[in-house]
């Protein structure tokens, strides 16, 4: 087990994404809103590494946030 310990792994949780030109970025000042392509209903995407390996949902317990897997995302064979 202890070679497990030293493996790295990237976990990345999206919300959702949104396309946009970078001079519309630049321009975005504080408080600006970005559109993303979900609603509050539509599950999380985890990455693992830039796969994607599950999906969940947030949720909020004594004021601080968590992702619950709520669905492992099968590899094609």
Do not use: F, Q, W
Request: charged share 30%; net charge negative; no cysteine.
């Amino acid at each position: 087990m202890n070679t497990l310990d030293t493996i790295e792994v990237d976990i990345t949780v999206e919300l959702g994404a949104a396309v946009m030109p970078v001079h519309h970025l630049l321009r975005m000042g504080r408080g600006a809103v970005i559109e993303l392509d979900t609603t509050e209903n539509d599950p999380l995407r985890v990455y693992a590494n830039n796969t994607l390996i599950a999906r969940g949902e947030v949720k909020v317990d004594d004021g601080r946030l968590s992702v619950e897997l709520t669905e492992k995302v099968r590899r094609p064979a």
